[in-house]
């Protein structure tokens, strides 16, 4: 166990920030995920640009890699097109 406080302070700093993280990841898999389910052009043309935005932030906060962002972006769009 941490004995000094600057160590001890990390440990919370490093809880709190892995309970965000953890939930931005989930609202933003789940934002992909009902962006893949719809079938609506229009409803799917208003979805892709959120879900772009969510997942740029996750990829800017080092949540997910960059590069799992830009291919999720490119399989969205594709399914999009393709309504």
Do not use: C, W
């Amino acid at each position: 166990m941490a004995h000094h406080l600057s160590a001890k302070k990390r440990i919370r700093q490093t809880e709190s920030k892995r309970v965000d993280n953890k939930y931005f990841a989930r609202t933003t898999r789940n934002a992909v995920k009902k962006l893949r389910e719809t079938t609506d052009k229009e409803a799917a043309n208003q979805q892709y640009p959120e879900v772009v935005g969510m997942l740029d932030k996750l990829a800017k906060r080092s949540i997910i890699h960059k590069n799992k962002a830009s291919n999720l972006k490119s399989k969205l769009a594709k399914h999009v097109n393709s309504l």
